[in-house]
């Protein structure tokens, strides 16, 4: 690696609460350090294309507590192909950036990494997903600002189920994990929570939903995740309940895209500012194809090859805090 005197920063995927927070640590990091730093537009994409935009510590005052990327974010199937990434390259040399820092999840972190190794371009990522599905990690950035979110609407159906004596499925995103869904479920109160990671079965669920209604309980919320295998979907859950418990007047409530946006908590303010140092700071010092993340609390750095092919785990100890809690 030759001296780094300018970063490029972008976001990638889908996105997630506190981007921008950590686009603009980012930016101060490269200020504080006497460097230029400049933002990419629309992901892997805006990369190819040059569409490139210099940033200084003003450039980024006012977005810490704004929801979104405002540097846009994007597919590229281009980026996918060896002459995409020539392009892309052409063009960061272009623009004499030296490294850049990536913001998003696995698919981000996967072309990042195949970029660097291809091309020898030092790149430094930052988890940004809601789900939090990356290993080497305890906290994605965005999680914590969704779980809030979650938490909060979940409070408002609970009271429109309670009016109505009603039974709510509630589906939340978590495509292969499920620390959503745990976490809000605990959080909120669920009587049963449905995960990839633990198949209720329908026979289970049903019995589960007897006992509710048994013990006196006049509503009852479901929270599911989106993966979730119990049944095909959260709607064939709710026939199938109607089916079998009549008594039951069953809703569904799919939160989707919702749970994305909104104004990133504090957690998620401050998390960003540690990894965005991090991240600028590791760079010049001569280390590349890392993760920043946080572990026991501190912010640590693992292999990106080992962030994609790793696997976060399940939280095993609130799985049974969760069983216990809807007895």
Known sequence: MGEIK???????????????????????????????CAGIYRGFQGMIEGDFIDLDARSVKGIINKGGTFLKSARSTDFMTKEGRQKAYDA???AEIDAIVTIGGDGTFTGALKFSQEFGFPVMGIPGTIDNDIA?????????????????????????????NRLFFIEVMGRDVGHIALNVGVGAGAEEILIPEEN????RLLESLRRSKESGKS????????????????????????????????????????????????????????????????????????????????????PLEKAIKGQSKINKELIRVSDIMTT
């Open 136 to 164: 080497g990690t305890s906290h994605t950035l965005g999680y914590d600002t969704a779980l809030n979110t979650v938490v909060e609407v979940i409070d408002k159906i609970r009271d429109t189920a309670s009016s109505h």
């Open 219 to 302: 509503s009852s919320i479901v929270v599911v995740a989106e993966g979730d295998k119990t049944g095909k979907n959260v709607f064939e859950l709710k026939d199938y309940v109607n089916e079998h418990l009549p008594e039951y007047d069953v809703r569904v409530s799919v939160l989707g895209h919702m749970q994305r946006g909104g104004s990133p908590s504090c957690f998620d303010r401050v998390f960003a500012s540690r990894m965005g140092v991090k991240a600028v700071e590791s760079l010049l010092k001569g280390k590349s194809n890392l993760m920043v993340g946080l572990l026991n609390d501190k912010i640590a750095v693992t």
């Open 6 to 36: 300018k970063i490029g920063v972008m976001t990638s995927g889908g996105d997630s609460p506190g981007m921008n927070a950590a686009i603009r640590a980012v930016v101060r990091t490269c200020a504080y350090h006497k460097i230029a």
């Open 92 to 94: 960061l040399k272009a």
């Open 200 to 203: 209720l079965g329908l026979d």
